[in-house]
């Protein structure tokens, strides 16, 4: 069964950092892309980021691009989404998604308030 699990949201001022984990499990990780997926209140889903699963490549949504790192460590199913220079729009929960046969998370609430 593939499972996603997020955890370390929280609330942070503008201009803070959180770090996001995803552990993975059901599934070989290593051979899959990776995405963070964010929703905020009274919006649709937005694609933030995504990581290759062999190569590492990495791309992001312009919006976050210069403040927020994805990465992933194979060896133990885990992706990252390092977030800094957090702004009030980035408040969302935020998913992880193996985008191949649709699987996501629960989600972890990030909040940017002062």
């Known amino acids: 069964e593939v499972q996603l699990v997020e955890s370390g949201g929280g609330v942070v001022q503008p201009g803070g950092s959180l770090r996001l984990s995803c552990a993975a499990s059901?599934?070989?990780?290593?051979?899959?892309?990776m995405n963070w997926v964010r929703q905020a209140p009274g919006k649709g889903p937005e694609w933030v980021s995504s990581i290759n699963g062999g190569s590492g490549i990495t791309t992001y949504v312009d919006s976050v691009k210069g403040r927020f790192t994805i990465s992933r460590d194979n060896a133990n199913n885990i992706m990252y989404l390092q977030m800094n220079s957090l702004k009030p729009e980035d408040t969302a929960v935020y998913y992880c998604a193996r985008l191949v046969s649709g699987y996501w998370g629960q989600g972890t609430q990030v909040t940017v308030s002062s």
């Open positions: 059901g599934f070989t990780f290593s051979n899959y892309g």
